[in-house]
């Protein structure tokens, strides 16, 4: 009597693709910033989640975290302070037990003004949190990551703005099209330090009461894309998980485009 094959064992779970990093993300206590840091945590990454005023929505972030088994702190910084920017890698790198490998640079703001009207003033608000704390995160990141086994990745949240500019959005545009060239910079830079610097550049993409406030724009967008539909926070995560794992090793300098294919779409 022919024995029965023994039965092979089920297949062990694939590694989480984040699995003992440390990442800050910032301006995470909403809408795309949410998105990302739930991702790096699903991905076994412990994750610092920024604010600066959201701080209720931060908790609920990090506790949501939490609840799912992972690790997570809230940390409080206004990033268009080149000290406070140091404070928060250096407060993140401390609780991560003196490692930070990854930092996800996506705080910012967009409000909606018209150059004829606009003032100075109105101007370096987007351009000092959009881009001038993006330059200090990164250098204070950088400084940090560069001293520790491995090195780290650094990832900013651009816009396809970056090249197709809105009216109303001019400050928004130029601040995320100059993100793109400081990470390209910045990886061309930091890479002797073992330190990666990329960037993604996301389409619309949804939340709560978009479809309502601004309908007609919605239906436009959806016509447009290829894939048929609004981006999700969770794509955007996505996009930043594959930067920050080792499936990107060799991926430095890059913007990668999350828009559903919109910018894919001739324009004449």
């Not at 009216?167 to 910079?185: D, E, G, T």
């Not at 002797?192 to 967008?221: F, K, M, Y």
């Not at 894939?227 to 998980?241: M, S």
């Given at each position: 009597m022919t024995p029965s094959p023994t039965p092979s064992p089920p297949p062990s779970p694939s590694p989480r693709l984040l699995a003992g990093q440390v990442a800050l993300v910032t301006g995470a206590g909403g809408g795309i910033g949410r998105g990302i840091a739930l991702r790096f945590a699903e991905e076994g990454a412990a994750v610092a989640v920024h604010c600066r005023t959201a701080v209720e929505a931060a908790r609920d972030v990090a506790e949501r975290i939490r609840d799912r088994g992972g690790r997570a702190t809230v940390l409080r910084a206004d990033l268009t302070d080149e000290d406070a920017c140091r404070r928060l890698t250096e407060e993140a790198a401390d609780w991560g037990g003196g490692r930070l490998t990854a930092l996800v640079n996506n705080a910012g703001v967009q409000p909606l003004r018209e150059l004829p009207g606009m003032t100075a003033a109105e101007w370096r608000e987007v351009v000092d949190t959009n881009l001038t704390g993006v330059f200090a995160c990164t250098q204070a990141a950088a400084r940090i990551m560069r001293d520790q086994d491995g090195g780290g990745t650094v990832t900013h949240i651009a816009?396809?703005?970056?090249?197709?500019?809105?009216?109303?959005?001019?400050?928004?545009?130029?601040?995320?099209?100059?993100?793109?060239?400081?990470?390209?910079?910045?990886?061309?830079?930091?890479?002797?330090?073992?330190?990666?610097?990329?960037?993604?550049?996301?389409?619309?993409?949804?939340?709560?009461?978009?479809?309502?406030?601004?309908?007609?724009?919605?239906?436009?967008?959806?016509?447009?894309?290829?894939?048929?539909?609004?981006?999700?926070?969770?794509?955007?995560?996505?996009?930043?998980?594959?930067?920050?794992?080792?499936?990107?090793?060799?991926?430095?300098?890059?913007?990668?485009?999350?828009?559903?294919?919109?910018?894919?779409?001739?324009?004449?």
């Open positions: 816009s396809i703005e970056a090249g197709a500019p809105a009216p109303a959005h001019a400050h928004y545009s130029a601040s995320k099209a100059a993100v793109v060239m400081h990470a390209r910079s910045a990886a061309l830079e930091y890479g002797p330090w073992g330190i990666r610097v990329n960037s993604v550049s996301p389409g619309l993409i949804d939340r709560e009461g978009l479809a309502e406030a601004w309908p007609e724009g919605v239906r436009r967008w959806r016509r447009a894309a290829p894939a048929g539909r609004l981006g999700r926070p969770e794509d955007v995560g996505d996009a930043c998980v594959f930067l920050a794992s080792r499936l990107a090793s060799w991926v430095t300098g890059h913007d990668l485009v999350v828009d559903g294919g919109v910018t894919a779409r001739p324009s004449w």
